[in-house]
């Protein structure tokens, strides 16, 4: 199995930057697609975007597209999310989730990850 590890969470104000970063340990990363979720309080996990196992294919849900990037370094076994021109309302802890499935495949359903980090904080201050 696959060890997830979320990093790069802290406050930051509207309008700025963040580039969370996605760890794996245990197997190689080349062998997941990944996907990037958040829950903030009192809501329920929201998918943000994934990314294919190859690194040729995402998908963003629709708040976040034309700000949000997620991209991998699988000699790295790393899967990055850059999120630019941020929200008050994209204030939430941040999943990644690992899915075993074939190379040009993703997932927009948390149910289907088979892995997930413990999540990193990201707080948007307006």
């Known amino acids: 199995q696959v060890q997830l590890v979320e990093s790069g969470g802290e406050l930051v104000q509207a309008g700025g930057s963040l580039r969370l970063s996605c760890a794996a340990s245990g197997r190689p990363l080349s062998s997941y697609a990944m996907g990037w979720f958040r829950q903030a309080p009192g809501k329920e996990l929201e998918f943000v975007g994934c990314?294919?196992?190859?690194?040729?294919?995402?998908s963003y849900t629709d708040s976040v597209k034309g700000r949000f990037t997620i991209s991998r370094d699988n000699t790295k076994n790393t899967v990055y999310l850059q999120m630019n021109s941020l929200k008050p309302g994209d204030t939430a802890a941040y999943y990644c989730?690992?899915?075993?499935?074939?190379?040009?495949?993703?997932?927009?359903?948390?149910?289907?990850?088979?892995?997930w980090g413990q999540g990193t904080q990201v707080t948007v201050s307006s």
């Open positions: 990314i294919s196992r190859n690194g040729g294919s995402t």
């Open positions: 989730a690992a899915d075993s499935v074939p190379v040009w495949v993703t997932s927009r359903k948390a149910n289907e990850y088979d892995y």
